[in-house]
């Protein structure tokens, strides 16, 4: 037995304890990493700062019902809030510039990137945003006048109740006299007519928190206000409405829209780190729309109508469930993608999320523009109400069938977008401002390609049913480039679908007026499968070349969050960026 004296005895105690510990911060980094990186706290400041500005500057009238008071902060910003935003967002730019960049992780480099593009973005949209107030300014003489009022407000200034009722008298004529001077010039040339109104109607808003403020609790200006606070609100009201858009009258269920033009299509591509033209994604489209048709083919020699997919098609659409048995239908399928993804080792789905999606039945209403399942928290069933036409009843019910529904349901759910909610909610929550529809909707879609390459339809039905969907997000990306390009009009995107689709005519109507009236960006509906695509020219490169399993490339990828799906390959390839980092990654090959 050999002697150690104590002090060697510590000594190599001590190296050994390092050389531990030396050994196991790749460990400790890669769950510290799970959750922030160096730019964790800048970038959650950030976000409370632009937050209390918001909060502060905008108007706080009583709700009449509740008897609280509500922020109004989608109120259009005064010139004081606008100054302030910019000044925030300018000096925030200045502390990314004295950060040690080069000394982050690929975490903290990615989160720089990210945070580094939004504060630029946000900063050029409150530039132009000045520029256009300066041009609606003579408009409405009367603004700043109220605007000081609630800037007294804020901090609770005592005011007179007689010389406030005496300022707000003076406030109403200058609006009346704007208005005569507006009707006999009816010049509104060069001016965005809709931020107009929305100028004025914040006034109203910031004149209501201001009277407000003061009303019931001070007797002097409880005495004097009221009155002439209603008769200027009733002025800028009837005022704001020489600034009210002139909307197109609609024939029937016509889909009116705003197509926004090539120029603008190339700048929201290049904004989402996607590095092609829109002629480019046109092509790529057809591309995938061949394969589609090729396998399409296959399936229907398979079931015996030889190169007719449509009598194919239609054979599947006939297949669907009775009437009341469609939420049946969902937790089947559910199981049957679990199933599979679970024997082909693709990944593991925590206990707790599968154990807590639900669904609920879609209102007649938005199935006028969801004609078929949508998810997120819960999986929302499109299928007939009592109250559709027959037509439309079975419509819905050809349209969700069995076999289509294979490749929608786990988009929907697990591993789709319930996953997505359950692990977004745990993993790097403050990177939800950086969300992009490509990684959103690309990451559900990813799985639908990913399943039928690994023989999830096993059938020739299934088969179609699948290849519906892909055939769909092909068609998604023709008819809204070639719609905004403004090569085509709905009437032709709903053709389209029909004709080479094989939508229901209805469905493919609800699909288009989605697309165009639903509230989505231009580019939401091409994300799908050009987002799906470029998970899957990742996973190509990690899991097909041996880097890594397809549990750990999904762990890895649904972790980063919603964020651009070349900033999640900088993070998974331990990229070498830089400060001035921009698009670059051409992950679809043409040929």
């Known amino acids: 037995m050999l002697n150690f004296k104590p002090i060697y005895f510590y000594k190599i105690t001590y190296c050994f304890?390092?050389?531990?510990?030396?050994?196991?911060?790749?460990?400790?980094?890669?769950?510290?990493?799970?959750?922030?990186?160096?730019m964790g706290t800048t970038i959650i400041s950030y976000q409370r700062d632009i937050a209390a500005i918001q909060d502060f500057y905008a108007p706080s009238p009583t709700n009449g019902g509740g008897g609280f008071s509500f922020r109004g902060n989608n109120v259009y910003a005064?010139?004081?809030?606008?100054?302030?935003?910019?000044?925030?967002?300018?000096?925030?730019?200045?502390k990314l510039k004295l950060l040690a960049f080069d000394k982050f992780s690929v975490y903290g480099k990615v989160d720089y990137i990210l945070i580094k593009k939004q504060?630029?973005?946000?900063?050029?949209?409150?530039?132009?945003?000045?520029?256009?107030?300066?041009?609606?300014?003579?408009?409405?003489?009367?603004?700043?006048?109220?605007y000081e009022l609630e800037k007294l407000r804020r901090r609770g200034t005592y005011l007179k109740g007689a010389v406030i009722a005496a300022r707000l008298t003076k406030i109403m004529k200058r609006v009346d006299s704007a208005s005569a001077a507006l009707k006999k010039t009816n010049d509104l040339q060069g001016i965005n007519v809709s931020i107009a109104n929305r100028a004025v109607n914040g006034l109203v808003s910031r004149l209501k928190s201001f009277t407000d403020f003061y009303v019931n609790y001070d007797p002097e200006f409880t005495w004097w206000v009221p009155k002439p606070a209603e008769d200027l609100s009733a002025a800028l009201n009837k005022y704001a409405q020489n600034f009210a858009l002139k909307t197109e009258k609609r024939e029937g269920n016509e889909i009116i829209g705003t197509p926004i033009g090539k120029e603008e299509l190339q700048r929201q591509i290049t904004a989402e780190m996607i590095p092609y033209t829109p002629?480019?994604?046109?092509?790529?489209?057809?591309?995938?729309?061949?394969?589609?048709?090729?396998?399409?083919?296959?399936?229907?020699?398979?079931?015996?109508?030889?190169?007719?997919?449509?009598?194919?098609?239609?054979?599947?659409?006939n297949s669907y469930v009775?009437?009341?048995?469609?939420?049946?239908?969902?937790?089947?399928?559910?199981?049957?993608?679990?199933?599979?993804?679970?024997?082909?080792?693709?990944?593991?789905?925590?206990?707790?999320?599968?154990?807590?999606?639900?669904?609920?039945?879609?209102?007649?209403?938005?199935?006028?523009?969801?004609?078929?399942?949508?998810?997120?928290?819960?999986?929302?069933?499109?299928?007939?109400?009592?109250?559709?036409?027959?037509?439309?009843?079975?419509?819905?019910m050809r349209g969700n069938n069995p076999y289509f529904s294979r490749g929608t349901v786990q988009h929907e759910l697990l591993p789709g977008h319930h996953l997505q909610y359950y692990i977004n909610n745990r993993y790097k929550d403050y990177r939800g401002v950086f969300s992009t529809p490509f990684s959103g909707e690309g990451w559900p879609?990813?799985?639908?390609?990913?399943?039928?390459?690994?023989?999830?339809a096993k059938t020739p039905e299934e088969k179609i049913g699948m290849l519906f969907w892909r055939m769909h997000r092909c068609a998604r990306i023709l008819f809204s480039l070639n719609y905004h390009l403004g090569k085509w009009n709905p009437k032709q995107c709903i053709d389209f679908l029909v004709d080479r689709v094989?939508?229901?005519?209805?469905?493919?109507?609800?699909?288009?007026?989605?697309?165009?009236?639903?509230?989505?960006?231009?580019?939401?509906?091409?994300?799908?499968?050009?987002?799906?695509?470029?998970?899957?020219?990742?996973?190509?490169e990690l899991v097909d070349k041996g880097k890594m399993s397809y549990k750990q490339f999904h762990d890895a990828v649904i972790k980063e969050n919603q964020i651009p799906i070349e900033m999640i390959r900088a993070t998974l390839t331990n990229q070498n960026l830089t400060r001035d980092f921009t698009t670059q990654w051409k992950f679809y090959d043409f040929k």
């Open 17 to 38: 304890l390092l050389l531990i510990f030396a050994a196991k911060p790749s460990f400790a980094q890669s769950e510290l990493y799970e959750q922030t990186s160096e």
């Open 445 to 456: 879609l990813y799985w639908e390609l990913l399943l039928y390459d690994k023989g999830f």
């Open 279 to 317: 002629e480019q994604l046109i092509q790529l489209a057809e591309k995938e729309f061949a394969f589609c048709d090729k396998e399409l083919l296959k399936a229907s020699k398979e079931m015996g109508f030889g190169t007719d997919w449509k009598k194919a098609q239609e054979q599947v659409k």
């Open 502 to 540: 094989g939508h229901e005519k209805a469905n493919a109507e609800g699909e288009v007026r989605r697309s165009f009236e639903g509230g989505y960006s231009p580019l939401y509906q091409i994300a799908y499968l050009v987002g799906g695509l470029q998970i899957m020219a990742l996973k190509n």
């Open 322 to 396: 009775p009437v009341g048995k469609q939420p049946e239908l969902i937790v089947k399928l559910q199981n049957d993608a679990l199933e599979f993804i679970k024997a082909n080792q693709l990944m593991d789905i925590p206990d707790l999320a599968n154990e807590t999606w639900e669904m609920e039945m879609m209102s007649a209403q938005r199935q006028l523009v969801n004609p078929f399942f949508t998810g997120g928290k819960e999986i929302s069933i499109s299928y007939p109400t009592q109250a559709m036409s027959q037509e439309d009843k079975l419509m819905s």
């Open 78 to 94: 005064s010139p004081e809030q606008r100054k302030r935003l910019i000044e925030v967002n300018a000096d925030y730019l200045v």
């Open 119 to 146: 504060i630029t973005a946000n900063l050029d949209k409150l530039k132009e945003d000045a520029i256009v107030y300066k041009e609606i300014e003579k408009y409405i003489p009367f603004a700043n006048e109220i």
